[in-house]
């Protein structure tokens, strides 16, 4: 899965120069916090000033309150991280097509995450890639999953991993 999911990350980030990580759920309902985990573990990287810009945002469980900041930093690609509700085994990594979200659910949050990214598209002209993890459980004060840490800890590197390599691209052409 790893290296299948950080083929599709170089792919869909081709040509990023600015990237928006949008880490929508809530750490208090167990599998839910994936992606804030995922956006937290990203957040505490350094990103070389010269390369590809990263920015991260923490929308938890209303992530539209944070648009006009996603707005202001004029992305070219937004990464959307969410707990997911596909039918899938616990921490099963989906890169969804935000035209394909009808057959996931997605958690806690106020808006639809189709809505929301309607809205960054037509805003800010961004690419939008959307990964959910499926989590097992979302109840109130429900300790994370160990496969869903698991699976938040292999999306953050793998994010990483393809930053990286886009950057090094820039830098030797």
Known sequence: ???????????SLSGAR????????SEFRGDDAAGM???????????????????????????ENITGEIK???????VIIDSIEAGQKPGTILVIDPKDIGGATFSTHTMPAKILA????????????????????????????????ESANLVSRSFLDAVSSISRKRANA
């Not at 899965?1 to 792919?11: T, Y």
Request: aromatic fraction near 6%; include cysteine.
């Open 1 to 11: 899965m790893e290296n299948r999911l950080l083929c599709l990350l170089k792919s």
């Open 18 to 25: 600015r990237i928006a990580v949008l880490g929508i759920g």
């Open 37 to 63: 985990l995922v956006s937290t573990l990203i957040a505490k990287k350094k990103f070389p000033s010269n390369k590809t810009r990263v920015e991260v945002f923490l929308g938890a469980t209303a992530p």
């Open 72 to 78: 202001r930093f004029k992305p070219t690609h937004v």
């Open 118 to 149: 309607m809205y960054l598209t037509r805003s800010t002209r961004c690419r939008i890639i959307i990964i959910g993890i499926q989590s097992k459980s979302v109840g109130f004060g429900d300790p994370l999953s160990s496969k869903v840490s």
